[in-house]
């Protein structure tokens, strides 16, 4: 049974999904006829918190070395293989983490851009689903070096997918998947050598079949309206600022700079051409910046923005939670009561300003999920208590039980 992980406050919802599989939580409880649990993932390149829970974690890229694996292991059980026999070759690979090994090697995917030509076919919904669109990851890593970004860490080095590949996958999406939207994935989009002459090529083939196309990922650097524009000619794609931090010093400390004049000249055009809504990102708790003070700066900034260009401006803003295997890895996290007494008072900023909408996510579960990306062994104990109170689905606001984690 193979779990991938994106995120850490799914660690209940594993254990809803052994315990409806009747499988038992600890590992140490499995016997001859219950399968291996492995997980895998970015939640997990901390493995700690699930190692009692999981039998393994598989640490890296699955392209790289699971396939592989997951054939050994059919091999050794059609061959007559005990439970751990299998156990203990998977002990054996170099990118899986065991309770007690002493060392683990990320597994990195080298083929990634000229990779065999694979299509994926999956079961279309009839009723529309909130991820309605196809995917194409064109970029593997990232040329920058953001100090707080884990998946910068996780997924380095710097790798392209192949042109000729992207148009295929791209083909293959609106004729054998149905998708008349098509995000091209990556950690930052706008650094992909020929980004704009991508994006042209695609509409030029795309666009007479009502097909669009979306970049997720642009830092203000390397951000054009032009490229844009480029992918919303069937639709206007949304305009999207992760400032961070709204201070200079700040974004140098992150190796993210992210000018205010840049931003400023981005809108004007982009109102002129017809955007009316843009989103802004903040974090709150980064090491360089002041907890005392950052609420001011945040709400000085964004009314800065609005006395430049009077567009209409959804702010969001979250927690740092610091993450294993980066430079802020050993960074303090800023307290609950801290962050909410922040969030409020930006809200209450902007309360009476019908065209600055602000939402930020829960303090508490951002205290929880610190903890499960920082956190030993002892992790493993509280995830499993707060399952055992009623705790799962904890990445949903409707079903987080926030009474059942402060008891535990």
Known sequence: LAISVGYELLATNILAVLDQGNIPLLAADRGEED???????????NPAPLEDIMDACYIGEAEAAFPGILEELRKLKQSGASRSERLDYLRNQPNIYMKGKNRTVRAVDMNFSARDQRYAYYVLPHAKVVQDHGTVEIMRGCP??????????LYRPHRQLDLQYIFSLTEHLVTHQGYNHVTLTSLSSGDFSGIGDLTNALNRTFSGRQVSFGLPSLKIDTFTLDILESVSQVRKS?????VETPHEHGQRSLNKMVPFSKVVEILHEAKRRGWKLAKFYFMIG??????????????????????HVRIALNVTVGTFIPKPHTPFQWAPQVTEEKARSIFRQIKEHFRRNGAVKVSYHEPFMSTLEGL????????????????????????WDEHFRESVWREV
């Open 35 to 45: 399968p291996l649990v492995i997980a895998g993932g970015p939640a997990v390149t």
């Open 144 to 153: 920058n070096g953001c100090r707080f970004c884990h998946a910068g860490i």
């Open 238 to 242: 949304g305009l999207t600022f992760a």
């Open 286 to 307: 980064l090491p360089g910046s002041s907890t005392d003070t950052i609420a001011e700066e945040i709400t000085a900034y964004i009314d800065e923005i609005r006395s």
């Open 372 to 395: 499960v990306s920082r956190g030993d062994s002892r992790v493993g104990e509280l995830i499993l208590n707060a399952y055992r109170g009623g705790a799962w689905l904890d990445a």
